[in-house]
């Protein structure tokens, strides 16, 4: 009788580093990424902690190809996978071992980062922008899509709420 068993990692953290694109003998892509996630709490005394974990996640294919287009140091992001323990011997003769997250989904969280000339100052990707809603005229957010000219027209009575 077959068990059941889970290998599943969800993380949302930050960018460490840009991500390493490259690309095995047999022409599939793989991405390297560095990511860091944070935990903060409160001890009994009252003293306030935070620490930090760093991880290896790697993309395989089609999705290490739009990681290295995507992301960026900084960026927030989240990703999807499972872990993948691999060991070795070094060539010092010890015995090495290293866990890393291989993604199978991965959604940027936060929009682009102005370049150093403070050129670039672009929204979400047009991927992300169309899965979600657009933004009410009066968000505070900067909105990727403009809203129509009749919305400075609005009757408060037609408002249903």
């Avoid at 940027?108 to 102005?114: A, N, Q, T, Y």
């Amino acid at each position: 009788m077959s068990s059941r068993s889970l290998n599943k990692v969800i993380l949302i953290g930050n960018l460490t580093r840009d991500p390493e694109l490259r690309y095995t003998p047999t022409g599939a892509a793989v991405c390297t990424i560095g990511l860091a996630t944070n935990r903060a709490w409160v001890t009994d005394s009252g003293e306030k902690k935070e620490e930090t974990e760093f991880h290896r996640v790697v993309a395989w294919n089609k999705l290490a190809e739009l990681c290295s287009q995507l992301l960026a140091k900084g960026r927030k992001v989240y990703v999807e996978g499972r872990l993948r323990t691999s060991a070795w011997q070094a060539q010092d003769g010890a015995q090495r071992t290293s866990t890393e997250i291989v993604i199978e989904d991965m959604i940027v969280l936060d929009s682009k980062r102005p370049a150093a000339g403070g050129e670039e100052v672009v929204s979400e990707p047009e991927e992300e922008v169309k899965k979600k809603p657009s933004k009410t005229a009066g968000s505070s957010e900067g909105s990727p899509v403009s809203p129509p000219e009749a919305a400075e027209n609005v009757n408060p009575d037609d408002i249903p709420f």
